[in-house]
């Protein structure tokens, strides 16, 4: 398993650097620059401008400047933020627990929501009310989450006031942080619970026609025992691969929550980042939601060869 594991880390490395170099390419195609914003005044004249690259090193050509940042990154200097000159990392690091925050709080609440409806539409539903619950799940699947995270603030917290209109809650207080975090975490929980309870909903109806459940009803053994103990215990194996794959899905989701509910997260500093040009703080971010992706594909292969016995890595 440890080689298995360092064979996959070894070959991740040829992968995050083309995705470096793309996310660099892509970065600097927009015309303008950095310095248009940066350089202190709408009427800043073409020697201000030329000053102001030359001192983010944007007189470079593109290769340069891309190897330049590619040594900074091995080495751990991700650069500076061109917004207020701080080192990216702590600017990354600052919002990072934020976005964490949301990320596990939705698939907890993603996870408690599809498990029971997947295995009640799967084995006790009769036909309306799966009818129903298909039709609400392939929703929570196609509506944008932006659109979703609208309606939540314009009834919820505009015509109701039950929640916040945004923002983290007051540092310290765990009652007023969990009241603004529990409407972007249901948000961002609806795509990945309408998923899982779906692909559930399928493995849960595959395994209950399989021998060995007949045979363990034929036994007399309860059904609320059957379909937890056996059944499910079985179906329940093919999702785990889909939590690696929720990770990318979620961060990606928690950038457009963010915005959505003034979440102070990765997030929305990628948005702030673009919005800025700010080159550094957007190479950084979006590394480590490559490298979040890595890792999280890496976590569910490891994790399904440990929970499934006909799955074996070898060294």
């Known amino acids: 398993m440890g080689v298995y594991i360092l064979r996959r ?9 083309g995705i470096s170099l793309m996310l660099f390419v892509l970065i600097h195609l927009p015309p303008g620059g950095p310095a248009d914003i940066y350089a202190g005044s709408p009427t800043a004249s073409a020697a201000d401008l030329a000053r102001m690259n030359e001192n983010l090193g944007l007189n470079d ?55 029971p409806t997947g295995i009640y539409t799967a084995t006790r539903a009769t036909r309306l009310p799966r009818y129903v619950v298909n039709v609400l799940t392939i929703l929570g699947i196609s509506v944008p989450t932006f659109w979703t995270g609208l309606m939540v603030i314009l009834f919820f917290a505009g015509r109701l006031g039950w929640i916040p209109t945004g923002g983290r809650g007051r540092t310290g207080d765990l009652v007023d942080q969990a009241h603004h975090l529990i409407a972007p975490a249901l948000v961002l929980a609806l795509v990945s619970m309408a998923g899982f309870a779906r692909y559930i909903h399928s493995s849960m109806i595959e395994v209950m026609q399989e021998d060995y459940i007949r045979t363990a009803m034929a036994k007399g053994l309860k059904n609320r025992t059957v379909v937890l103990r ?3 215990r079985n179906a329940s194996i093919p999702v785990i691969t889909l939590l690696g794959l929720e990770v990318p899905r979620l961060f990606s989701g928690a950038l457009v929550t963010e915005v959505v509910f003034s979440w102070p997260g990765i997030g929305r500093l990628i948005t702030e980042s673009i919005l800025g040009r ?31 016995p006909q799955i074996r890595y070898e060294d």
């Open 9 to 17: 880390l070894l070959g991740a490395i040829p992968l995050l650097l």
């Open 61 to 115: 050509p593109l290769p340069i400047q891309y190897l330049k940042w590619l040594r900074g990154m091995v080495t751990g200097n991700w650069g500076n933020s061109y917004k207020d000159g701080r080192p990216v990392t702590t600017a990354i690091l600052e919002r990072l627990p934020a976005t964490l925050e949301l990320m596990l709080t939705s698939l907890v609440i993603a996870i408690a929501l599809a498990i």
């Open 230 to 232: 056996h059944a499910f």
């Open 278 to 308: 700010n080159y550094p703080v957007l190479m950084g971010a979006f590394m480590l939601s490559a490298f979040m992706a890595i890792i999280g594909n890496l976590i569910a292969d490891v994790c399904y060869g440990l929970v499934n």
